[in-house]
């Protein structure tokens, strides 16, 4: 859609907003409406029912909240539809502007902002402070991630604000476009989800029932699986490895660190990211290979704390150990292939299995022992190679969808933020569209 520009324009005076429409105002944010912090709750004050206290993590869709039943000003209260502001959080998260809904009354905890409009459409604010976060968080103060912006300096950057009724279009245009941007995202995440489901079908289906469709079967004896290939194993995990242990249960030394030291939040889909891992010294990494920590090339790592099951194949022999959130797999290579493992260890069969002993709600655990007892199934080794390579090409084709998804989304999110800068700063005259496409 082709949309007009405003007839006249004025230096705006601001590097970030360059020229504005030349009826527009120029005003600081602190003329606009009034910053108000929640409220230092302390977590000895917190109890299982009362008032839902409002934290960073509910801005981005948590329901698990704290509660206070003592007295709370009002001030601090939210309701239903009013505007908040994330001061202290993660870039592009729970750092920004924030609509509040949710029947109940609730408590504003601090390094969030309640906003009250005084001078402004609440919905334009909104809009407003949508656009203006990027900037903020340009200034804002903070390690990478994490950022946080004072209330002075917040109040103080100037935003362009248009007459009343002006105000009112803008939002409603906004309202109406972001909302088709983002049922489009949406769609785009369904797809990835369907995407997923069916990748993890075809790796499933692969290491459960083989490639060929005409190949003899017989009863696995496990009731939930059905039958298998006639001459495939059914074993325990241990009896095809050399070795099955956990990695340091002691904190690295971090002084003078020299040598990676591996956690469960450095495994990605398909390697380990070394780019935010501890380093621990060489004496500690000495102690550690020592003691069996150190995974080999052909290995298979497996997360056994908070996020269970991510496993990755180690291809070569680096200088790295591992901490206990991990599980070093050595296969034995007479019995089973690592890739091969590795696909297994991804499927419905044996999550299956591991998600039955997965204890802890706050940080989910498998116990090394309970890893120890989970089935597999291996066909002799050529056919554990057909079937990696028939997987290896067939997931290649799916994470090249899953990259192209996910760009487009990206493309989206883009386009949504553009058009909000785009209105927002008077880029566009949205004064003249018919109705149909404004509403």
Same mark, same amino acid.
């Given at each position: 859609?082709?949309?007009?520009?405003?007839?006249?324009?004025?230096?705006?005076?601001?590097?970030?907003?360059?020229?504005?429409?030349?009826?527009?105002?120029?005003?600081?944010?602190?003329?606009? !409406? &009034? /910053?108000?912090?929640?409220?230092?709750? %302390?977590?000895?004050?917190? =109890? *299982?029912?009362?008032?839902?206290? +409002?934290?960073?993590?509910?801005?981005?869709?948590?329901?698990?909240?704290?509660?206070?039943?003592?007295?709370?000003?009002?001030?601090?209260?939210?309701?239903?539809?009013?505007?908040?502001?994330?001061?202290?959080?993660?870039?592009?998260?729970?750092?920004?502007?924030?609509?509040?809904?949710?029947?109940?009354?609730?408590?504003?905890?601090?390094?969030?902002?309640?906003?009250?409009?005084?001078?402004?459409?609440?919905?334009?604010?909104?809009?407003?402070?949508?656009?203006?976060?990027?900037?903020?968080?340009?200034?804002?103060?903070?390690?990478?991630?994490?950022?946080?912006?004072?209330?002075?300096?917040?109040?103080?950057?100037?935003?362009?604000?248009?007459?009343?009724?002006?105000?009112?279009?803008? !939002? &409603? /245009?906004?309202?109406?476009?972001?909302? %088709?941007?983002?049922?489009? =995202? *949406?769609?785009?995440?369904?797809? +990835?989800?369907?995407?997923?489901?069916?990748?993890?079908?075809?790796?499933?289906?692969?290491?459960?029932?083989?490639?060929?469709?005409?190949?003899?079967?017989?009863?696995?004896?496990?009731?939930?699986?059905?039958?298998?290939?006639?001459?495939?194993?059914?074993?325990?995990?241990?009896?095809?490895?050399?070795?099955?242990?956990?990695?340091?249960?002691?904190?690295?030394?971090?002084?003078?660190?020299?040598?990676?030291?591996?956690?469960?939040?450095?495994?990605?889909?398909?390697?380990?990211?070394?780019?935010?891992?501890?380093?621990?010294?060489?004496?500690?990494?000495?102690?550690?290979?020592?003691?069996?920590?150190?995974?080999?090339?052909?290995?298979?790592?497996?997360?056994?704390?908070?996020?269970?099951?991510?496993?990755?194949?180690?291809?070569?022999?680096?200088?790295?150990?591992?901490?206990?959130?991990?599980?070093?797999?050595?296969?034995?290579?007479?019995?089973?292939?690592?890739?091969?493992?590795?696909?297994?260890?991804?499927?419905?069969?044996?999550?299956?299995?591991?998600?039955?002993?997965?204890?802890?709600?706050?940080?989910?655990?498998?116990?090394?022992?309970?890893?120890?007892?989970?089935?597999?199934?291996?066909?002799?080794?050529?056919?554990?190679?057909?079937?990696?390579?028939?997987?290896?090409?067939?997931?290649?084709?799916?994470?090249?969808?899953?990259?192209?998804?996910?760009?487009?989304?990206?493309?989206?999110?883009?386009?949504?933020?553009?058009?909000?800068?785009?209105?927002?700063?008077?880029?566009?005259?949205?004064?003249?569209?018919?109705?149909?496409?404004?509403?």
């Amino acid at each position: 859609m082709s949309l007009p520009r405003y007839p006249k324009y004025k230096d705006s005076g601001v590097e970030w907003l360059g020229d504005v429409p030349e009826h527009w105002e120029l005003l600081p944010l602190k003329r606009l !409406a &009034e /910053f108000i912090n929640g409220d230092a709750f %302390k977590p000895s004050e917190w =109890v *299982e029912f009362g008032i839902p206290i +409002i934290r960073i993590q509910n801005l981005n869709g948590s329901e698990e909240f704290n509660y206070y039943e003592g007295q709370v000003e009002p001030q601090y209260l939210v309701h239903d539809g009013d505007l908040l502001f994330g001061w202290s959080g993660n870039r592009g998260t729970s750092f920004g502007p924030f609509l509040w809904r949710r029947d109940e009354v609730c408590a504003l905890n601090q390094h969030i902002f309640r906003v009250v409009p005084n001078s402004i459409d609440k919905r334009t604010l909104f809009w407003t402070l949508k656009a203006v976060t990027a900037h903020v968080e340009d200034q804002a103060h903070g390690i990478i991630g994490m950022v946080h912006v004072t209330k002075g300096d917040l109040g103080a950057i100037k935003v362009p604000t248009p007459p009343t009724q002006e105000q009112s279009l803008i !939002a &409603e /245009f906004l309202e109406h476009e972001t909302a %088709k941007i983002d049922t489009l =995202v *949406e769609e785009q995440r369904r797809l +990835i989800e369907l995407l997923k489901e069916k990748r993890q079908a075809v790796i499933s289906h692969a290491v459960t029932k083989g490639l060929n469709p005409d190949a003899p079967m017989k009863d696995s004896g496990i009731e939930w699986l059905g039958e298998v290939p006639s001459n495939w194993n059914v074993s325990m995990l241990k009896h095809s490895a050399k070795r099955i242990t956990d990695g340091a249960h002691v904190s690295p030394e971090t002084e003078n660190g020299e040598f990676f030291f591996v956690s469960t939040k450095d495994i990605t889909d398909s390697a380990i990211d070394f780019s935010e891992a501890i380093l621990t010294s060489a004496a500690s990494y000495a102690a550690l290979v020592k003691s069996g920590c150190k995974p080999q090339k052909g290995d298979v790592l497996f997360s056994k704390d908070g996020t269970i099951g991510k496993t990755i194949v180690i291809r070569e022999d680096l200088d790295f150990v591992v901490a206990s959130s991990l599980i070093i797999i050595t296969p034995d290579e007479s019995e089973i292939e690592s890739n091969y493992l590795n696909y297994l260890c991804q499927s419905a069969f044996l999550k299956g299995q591991v998600e039955a002993f997965v204890k802890g709600a706050g940080l989910p655990r498998l116990s090394l022992q309970n890893l120890l007892k989970v089935l597999i199934l291996s066909p002799n080794l050529n056919e554990q190679l057909q079937i990696t390579a028939f997987l290896d090409r067939e997931i290649a084709r799916f994470d090249a969808l899953l990259a192209e998804v996910t760009h487009a989304i990206d493309l989206l999110q883009e386009r949504r933020s553009a058009l909000i800068s785009t209105a927002v700063t008077g880029k566009i005259d949205v004064r003249g569209l018919p109705k149909e496409e404004t509403a």
